[in-house]
Structure formats: structure tokens, C-alpha cells
């Protein structure tokens, strides 16, 4: 493949992820704030951009992979990046950010003849690297076709349309990211019950992830949390969880849906935070 990609966000998963385009034969102009972390990509071939817009490809897609909305909004408000992208674009936004904030750069995007896909990911970056990630999309039908062989690429092992409204794959990942939170707190607070009894987590853990709960997040979660001698709090220390917890209570919030779980967790979250 000779098609240029812009690409703009190194971090731990985005990193793996450009490798693995780099690997599948595409081109990349790269763009992250520290510049170091784009040296692995550059000595493959990639050419590193002096800001956000020098990444783009005119006509052609650039993937944002970066912490949050006002991160996204910041890129696509910088100077020159929409007027670049132009008519024929398509941004990969791959973010986890409120649908809300989708669906006002889309309109943005629409203005300047672009299209805006929203292509959160379900995957830490060892899936990434094992080829192993899930990802939901939505958007306008042919930017999601452009686009669907790029995610191919970047080691998604599952891909998911939901349809052409923008937002419904960022609701995917809001959902779907609660649920994890909800499942980690869940399977912490009830091993350590089963430890403080003198019950071995680790033997709880594989009885029921090998029957009753039989599911990924199940099963990998529940072997760091019951790993070695201690209960290991996989989130207390992670801003991650927390901020998506947030973005789930904003955007039921706009809908008057009650989220008292929701609600516990980012209490849980704030205390542990609190007191680290």
C-alpha cells in the first residue's frame, strides 16, 4: 500500500496501533505532543509533523488517538487542520469522548467536505499488539468503507457498524467501559471476601471464569485481581476508568436516565483517589 496516513496520538495504545499500519504497508505522517515518543515509528519510516495539521493527508484520513474531548476538539480546532483534511477527508476519530462531542465536530467536518467517523477502541496495548482489538464505528456509510480497512490493519479482530449517526460507537465504548468498571469493582470487593474467609481467589476466580462468567474481561481481569498474595486494586490508580464514568453520567444525564451504579463508582473512585 502506498496510501498516507496522518496520525496523530503516540500514547501506550497508540503507538502499537501506527506500528502495526506501518507493518500492514501504509505510510504514515506522525504527529504526538512529546515528539521523543514518535522515534520508534520514524527509524520504521514513518515522517514525523511539526503539529497537528502538517499530519494531515489533503483528500486523504488521519486517525486521532488522543486523551480526551478537549484534546480531539483542540486538534481539530488548530489551524489548518479541517481546511487540509478537505473535501474527500475522513477523520478516524478513535478517542473516548461524549457523542455529543462527535456529533458537533461532524457537523464541523460536513462544513469543510470531510467526514467524521467515530472508531472508539476496546483493547489495551498488548491486544493491540496481539492483533486482538474490538472496535465500534459509526458514521456516513462510505467513509465507514474507506475506513473499515484501515481498523483491519490496525489489529482490530472485530469490527462493529452502528449505524450512520455519529455517536453511537463513542455510546458503545461509554457502555461498554462502565461495565468494565462495574466488573473490576464487583470481582475485588467479592475475592477479598473469599480471601478474608480462607478461600484461595485465585481457585474462585478460574471455577467461575471457566463456567459461570466465562467472558474476556472475566477472565483477564479476574486473574490480575487475584494475582499473588494480595487483592490488586486494578483501577484506584488509573484516570481512565474515572473519566469514562464521567462521560457516561454527562451523557445520561442529557437524557434524564439515572445511573446510581454509575453514580456509586465514581464515589468509589474519588475516595481511592482521595486516599492514595
Do not use: C
Request: avoid cysteine; proline fraction near 6%; hydrophobic fraction near 45%.
Amino acid at each position: 500500500m502506498s496510501e498516507t496516513i496522518g496520525f496523530i496520538g503516540l500514547g501506550h495504545l497508540g503507538l502499537p496501533i501506527a506500528a502495526n499500519l506501518l507493518k500492514a504497508g501504509y505510510a504514515l505522517r506522525v504527529y504526538n505532543r512529546t515528539a521523543g515518543k514518535a522515534e520508534p515509528l520514524v527509524a520504521q519510516g514513518a515522517q514525523l509533523a511539526a503539529r497537528p495539521a502538517e499530519a494531515v493527508p489533503t483528500g486523504g484520513m488521519v486517525v486521532t488517538l488522543v486523551w480526551d474531548d478537549a484534546a480531539v476538539e483542540s486538534v481539530v480546532m488548530s489551524d489548518g487542520f479541517l481546511e487540509r483534511l478537505g473535501p474527500g477527508g475522513v477523520h478516524v476519530a478513535m478517542s473516548t469522548v461524549l457523542p455529543e462531542t462527535s456529533k458537533k465536530l461532524a457537523t464541523l467536518h460536513a462544513q469543510h467536505g470531510s467526514a467524521y467517523v467515530d472508531a472508539p477502541i476496546f483493547g489495551r496495548p498488548e491486544a493491540a499488539v496481539a492483533r486482538q482489538l474490538w472496535i465500534p464505528f459509526s458514521g456516513a456509510s462510505p467513509a465507514k468503507e474507506r475506513v473499515r480497512p484501515l481498523l483491519q490493519a490496525m489489529g482490530a479482530q472485530g469490527i462493529f457498524d452502528l449505524g450512520e449517526e455519529v455517536g453511537a460507537g463513542n455510546m458503545v465504548k461509554l457502555v461498554g467501559n462502565f461495565l468494565i468498571s462495574s466488573a473490576g469493582y464487583s470481582m475485588r470487593e467479592a475475592l477479598r471476601v473469599a480471601q478474608n474467609n480462607g478461600v484461595d481467589p485465585k481457585a474462585v476466580i478460574d471455577m467461575l471464569t471457566s463456567t459461570l462468567f466465562a467472558a474476556p474481561i472475566y477472565q483477564s481481569y479476574g486473574k490480575r485481581i487475584a494475582g499473588g498474595t494480595q487483592i490488586i486494586a486494578p483501577f484506584s490508580q488509573n484516570a481512565i476508568p474515572r473519566k469514562d464514568v464521567g462521560l457516561l453520567q454527562q451523557t445520561a444525564q442529557q437524557v434524564q436516565a439515572p445511573t446510581p451504579i454509575a453514580h456509586l463508582l465514581a464515589d468509589l473512585m474519588s475516595s481511592e483517589e482521595a486516599r492514595a
